[in-house]
């Protein structure tokens, strides 16, 4: 077996994680290398998820009963876990939604209806960038549309890059908002935060971080990056599904309007108007996903036992180790960055002309789980040229033999294909 210096204990940390003991197609132990899609979770995930459910379930926060308070007690100190862990300011900055998606959405929104001077208009700019996901695209597609603001966006360098040669241009006295990927979910590039956020706060813009592949796999504090809002999910970091965070200034959550509307988020209601609640509650109409903020929870305390330096150098190990080996693979390309440095754990490429999705069909038939496809950033597919991807990423439990597994699984498909 490969032998790496600076790595985890992988073998322990495994341990924790009962999917990865599964085995499929014949008894083939399962290599999985989906996790910018999603993450395996950890029993203390699932433990804390069935606990919740067996012994504390009922709704928040105005149940004078037991349970009442038990789950409320739950659900509030989940998000004192997560302020801790990304080191916001203060608890109440931290709002929960279901995904980063809504997240993001809940920022172009209350942009949308804000009064100035935040309001976003026909005679404002919103700037995006051409790398983002179709999460961090399309809403302020939908907010352009609706208002006449003016999209527009920075483009990609032949190496998978942000092009900010002309970010004086792009970034202008009439831009409102800068939102952008902190990570790159397909060239897993990082992005030069400071120069783009410097730029926007000398013309007074917003700026919105979507750091769904970097709070799973770095230190994330809020404070040092100096943005407005920072959106995550919650099932690329351990935790379950149907859970996201939205992290933003107090201030500006007092300023801006509600996204949703309904119980929970009102002070007062009248049958004439209605008064809202402090955030975060102010965002959080209704039944919040009360179990999986649990389950969050849980996985911010999992992944702070670790330590997210040490899981972020693991990940350097692995993915300078796989780049290594997979440019060793004749006729594959890697798409973004060819250099483990400023990259993260994701790796995307084509195999000559051997279509991403028969690639990942021949893999998953040895038990190599890689994800396909334009992985939901279209626009970065449509500038290098490419119909998809095959992408493979890692993680905290991710091993040298599992990139041995890949490079091997990948002249198999060379073989196949001739």
């Known amino acids: 077996m490969t032998q790496l210096p600076g790595l985890l204990d992988t073998e322990a940390i495994r341990k924790d994680f009962p999917l990865l003991d599964r085995q499929v197609h014949d008894g083939r132990k399962i290599v999985y290398l989906d996790n910018a899609a999603t993450s395996q979770k950890p029993r203390q995930v699932l433990d804390a ?9 009922a709704n928040v926060h105005r149940g004078v009963h037991v349970l009442a308070e038990e789950a409320t ?7 004192d876990k997560v302020a801790a862990f990304i080191n916001a300011p203060s608890r109440d900055e931290v709002i929960f939604t279901k995904n980063a998606s809504e997240s993001l959405n809940l920022v172009a929104n209350m942009l949308g209806w804000a009064d100035e001077p935040y309001r976003v208009d026909r005679e404002t700019e919103i700037v995006i960038t051409e790398m983002e996901h179709h999460s961090n695209i399309v809403p302020w597609q939908l907010l352009a549309q609706r208002t006449g603001a003016q999209l527009k966006w920075f483009g990609l360098t032949d190496d998978g890059r942000l092009d900010l040669s002309n970010i004086e241009e792009v970034i202008t006295e009439r831009t409102k908002i800068v939102s952008f990927t902190l990570v790159s979910n397909l060239l897993g590039t990082f992005n030069p935060v400071e120069t783009i956020i410097r730029r926007a706060q000398e013309v007074g813009a917003l700026v919105c971080i979507d750091a769904s592949q970097a709070a799973p796999h770095m230190v994330l504090d809020v404070q040092a990056l100096q943005a407005d809002f920072v959106a995550f999910t919650g099932h690329k970091m351990c935790g379950p599904t149907g859970i996201g965070v939205l992290w933003g200034r107090q201030e500006l959550l007092e300023d801006l309007p509600p996204f949703l509307g309904g119980g929970e988020m009102i002070e ?16 959080e109409a209704g039944t919040p996903p009360i179990a999986q903020a649990v389950g969050l929870g849980a996985a911010v305390d999992y992944l702070a036992s670790i330590g997210m330096d040490k899981i972020a150098a693991h990940e350097h190990v692995i993915t300078e180790y796989a780049v290594k080996r997979l440019l060793e693979v004749p006729d594959l390309r890697i798409i973004g960055p060819s250099s483990a440095e400023d990259r993260g754990a994701t790796i995307s490429f084509t195999l000559g002309d051997i279509h991403p999705h028969d690639v990942g069909q021949v893999l998953d038939e040895q038990g190599i789980a890689v994800r396909v496809g334009h992985h939901c950033a279209r626009p970065v597919c449509l500038r290098y040229g490419i119909p998809a991807t095959t992408r493979a990423s890692f993680y905290l439990y991710s091993t ?5 597994a890949l490079v091997e699984g990948l002249e198999h498909v060379r073989n196949f294909f001739g």
């Open 73 to 79: 007690a739950l659900y509030e100190g989940a998000r």
């Open 268 to 283: 007062t209601v009248s049958m004439h108007s209605s008064t809202y609640a402090p955030a975060p509650h102010k965002f």
């Open 49 to 57: 998820l069935n606990a919740y459910y067996e012994r504390h379930n």
């Open 400 to 404: 040298p033999a599992e990139v041995d």
